[in-house]
């Protein structure tokens, strides 16, 4: 068995309509990385720009985790809550339930 000892830090958004709208999750089906093409971003940088994102211009995203190149770890949204990722406009009921 292969064991990990991370630290996580928990840094969670703020609620809000467009980066954490504390929808629950209804069933786990799949788990998605992405890659923010934002080379020299750390953990946290990624993470503030989610919760920049508080203002209606359009834009909806987040993450449950935000990853640096150095291995840091920054969790943003709780794991019982959904998180968006690219194409959530066009989300409909069905696809909430993952």
């Keep these: ?8 830090k928990q840094d969670f958004l703020t609620p809000n309509p467009h980066s954490r ?5 209804k069933e786990v089906k799949g788990i998605v990385l992405h890659w923010t ?21 359009g834009r909806f995203a ?6 640096g190149l150095v291995g840091e770890i ?14 959530s ?3 409909t009921p069905e696809k909430e339930k993952f």
């Design 21 to 25: 709208p504390r929808t629950k999750i």
């Design 89 to 91: 406009k066009t989300y």
């Design 62 to 67: 987040s993450a449950h985790y935000a990853v």
């Design 1 to 8: 068995m292969i064991t990990f000892n991370l630290n996580i």
């Design 37 to 57: 093409a934002s080379p020299k971003a750390t953990a946290q940088n990624i993470r503030d720009y989610f919760e920049s994102l508080k203002a209606p211009d």
């Design 74 to 87: 920054v969790q943003c949204i709780p794991l019982d809550e959904i998180a968006y990722h690219c194409g």
